[in-house]
């Protein structure tokens, strides 16, 4: 069976780059299907009650400082906000780290704030110039962030940071790029707050606080989110779907939910459509494809798989596992240290201490003995999440093995893998771990939901191993040689291009790959195609 007409791009996979990626391409004229395996697209992006009635869950992700500061959203905010779409964020606390010995590093929307928390003078000084000279050159490190090297586009962005760092700069950046994120803060900080404070986001790049690239990563993750905030969608991350839902079916994207694609359809060399669910659908210009690399190479493109794209699939590594424990209250957190109390995310962690233990022990296959928790209060943005009175907690695990193999702490059993009962005893250490400094946790939690790396792969399998960041983010395999370096998203297949998580420039909300291959695709075939319309005159055509 074949659709009858096709059309002109197939979108395989509905998470944030294949919805951006089709909205782009549709509205520069094109016809578009958009496929995805779940009833509902929005991949790792959904929302609900699903721990109890009347408390609305962000089920995965929820954070949304790099959609919001990224290309897509220039282009595409304003139709997403007629469809619905709208943030809540904050102007004053922002995130926070607290230590097992109950210190606090805390951050301020105001970046002046912050610096005067830090006991040393001369750190003061050293965390503003951080945070300016991210602000100098954040156009130019967003272009190259988003650029393929080996483009002429990619040597222009090079070449236009370079120009603006000058040589000594440049080079600044290059060891940056090869540092760790603790080597980094030690070198540029007297004191330890910096490491405390922002050395945990590191997990949320998939890295480790010794990974190489820390050290590049670090600054722009502290001074995007003083110039970003954490902006939280209003009512829910369900209603970021809603409002792509609106859009995309104003544009007449056809979005096929509940299909699974079996195999990428490839004719002398170039692909023409796929097969889904014994469908075919025809592709007229492009496939574009929200995959991991292993289903690409693999099962996807079968013996059509270029031999060099498939060896390289073969070893292209997944990175440590995730997980997350929905929690709801009767009432509201209350930390010991006051200063938390509108705080909306705080890392449980020593910094790279205690974080880089518990990724070495997740890493070796073992549930960490100190993990670092992500405690996120959506609610405290949006108060409607939660009935008045009321609490919850979204906690974010991100050094936990796939299968385990031990426990670090010697106290669980691991022998049947993630089974409810090790995910409920995990999720019990991991509360107590925050209750240490919110003394009345306990009393006050109604239910929990767990979440397990087992639960992440069966909603997305481009979760390979549990990783939902796409696979390792060790600098062999990120940047610009992700997924391998034959090129971003470049296949060996004509017509055929690769986006997603395991696609330079890698995981997040900022959809850097679909906007980047949609809007390529789009700029060479407007030589041949009438200028693109509007929403509003695709919708009255």
Same mark, same amino acid.
């Given at each position: /069976?074949?659709?009858?007409?096709?059309?002109?791009?197939? *979108?395989?996979?509905?998470?944030?780059?294949? /919805? *951006?990626?089709?909205?782009?391409?549709?509205?520069?004229? &094109?016809?578009? *299907?958009?496929?995805? $395996?779940?009833e509902r697209i929005g991949g790792f992006i959904a929302s609900g009650e699903a721990t109890t009635p009347g408390y609305v869950d962000d089920l995965y992700s929820s954070w949304h400082p790099l959609f919001v500061t990224s290309p897509a959203f220039a282009e595409l905010g304003p139709d997403l906000a007629r469809h619905g779409l709208a943030y809540r964020n904050t102007d004053g606390p922002l995130t926070a780290s607290i230590a097992d010995d109950g210190r606090v590093a805390l951050a301020h929307r105001d970046p002046e704030l912050t610096a005067r928390g830090l006991a040393d003078r001369a750190d003061r000084r050293a965390y503003l110039a951080m945070v300016e000279g991210f602000g100098r050159s954040a156009d130019r490190i967003g272009a190259l962030m988003g650029a393929d090297l080996r483009s002429p586009g990619g040597a222009l962005a090079a070449l236009g940071l370079g120009g603006r760092l000058g040589r000594r700069g440049s080079e600044a950046l290059a060891r940056d790029l090869l540092a760790s994120g603790r080597s980094w803060a030690a070198r540029t900080?007297?004191?330890?707050?910096?490491?405390?404070? &922002?050395?945990? &986001?590191?997990?949320?790049?998939?890295?480790?606080?010794?990974?190489?690239?820390?050290?590049?990563?670090?600054?722009?993750?502290?001074?995007? @989110?003083?110039?970003?905030?954490?902006?939280?969608?209003?009512?829910?991350?369900?209603?970021?779907?809603?409002?792509?839902?609106?859009?995309?079916?104003?544009?007449?994207v056809q979005v096929r939910t509940g299909v699974?694609?079996? $195999?990428?359809?490839?004719? +002398?060399?170039?692909?023409?459509?796929?097969?889904?669910?014994?469908?075919?659908?025809?592709?007229?210009?492009?496939?574009?494809?929200?995959?991991?690399p292993q289903a690409l190479y693999g099962d996807l493109l079968g013996p059509a798989a270029p031999p060099a794209h498939r060896a390289a699939a073969a070893t292209y590594r997944p990175g440590r596992a995730a997980m997350h424990v929905h929690v709801t209250l009767d009432s509201p957190l209350a930390w010991t240290d006051e200063r938390l109390a509108d705080v909306p995310l705080v890392h449980v962690s020593d910094g790279s201490a205690s974080t880089g233990i518990a990724c070495a022990e997740a890493e070796a296959g073992l549930l960490p003995r100190r993990p670092t928790v992500v405690v996120g209060r959506q609610h405290v943005l949006d108060p409607s999440r939660v009935p008045a009175g009321a609490g919850a907690l979204w906690l974010q695990l991100q050094e936990v093995p796939f299968a385990p193999l031990g426990d670090a702490a010697g106290e669980l059993p691991t022998g049947g893998g993630w089974n409810p009962e090790l995910a409920r005893a995990y999720a019990d250490r991991v509360l107590r771990r925050v209750a240490a400094h919110a003394p009345g946790l306990l009393a006050s939690v109604r239910d929990v939901r767990v979440t397990t790396p087992l639960d992440l792969v069966g909603r997305n399998p481009n979760a390979v191993a549990g990783d939902p960041y796409g696979g390792s983010a060790e600098l062999d395999q990120n940047l610009w040689w992700r997924p391998f370096p034959?090129?971003?998203?470049? @296949?060996?297949?004509? +017509?055929?291009?690769?986006?997603?998580?395991? *696609?330079?420039?890698?995981?997040?909300?900022?959809?850097?790959?679909?906007? $980047?291959?949609? @809007?390529?695709?789009?700029?060479?075939?407007?030589?041949?195609?009438?200028?693109?319309?509007?929403?509003?005159? $695709?919708?009255?055509?």
């Open positions: /069976m074949s659709a009858p007409h096709g059309a002109d791009a197939v *979108v395989v996979g509905a998470g944030v780059n294949g /919805m *951006v990626a089709a909205a782009v391409l549709a509205r520069a004229g &094109w016809d578009v *299907v958009l496929v995805d $395996r779940n900080f007297r004191g330890g707050e910096v490491d405390h404070l &922002w050395v945990p &986001w590191l997990l949320h790049a998939g890295l480790s606080p010794d990974s190489a690239s820390g050290g590049f990563m670090l600054p722009v993750f502290a001074a995007s @989110t003083h110039l970003a905030g954490l902006p939280v969608v209003e009512g829910g991350a369900g209603n970021f779907v809603a409002a792509f839902e609106g859009l995309l079916a104003e544009l007449g699974s694609v079996d $195999r990428v359809l490839v004719r +002398a060399g170039r692909a023409v459509g796929v097969q889904a669910d014994g469908e075919r659908i025809p592709a007229r210009r492009a496939v574009l494809a929200s995959v991991s034959d090129g971003a998203g470049r @296949t060996g297949v004509d +017509a055929l291009v690769h986006i997603g998580a395991a *696609v330079h420039p890698g995981p997040g909300l900022g959809a850097g790959s679909g906007y $980047r291959a949609a @809007t390529r695709l789009a700029r060479r075939a407007r030589v041949s195609r009438p200028a693109p319309r509007t929403v509003k005159e $695709r919708v009255h055509a």
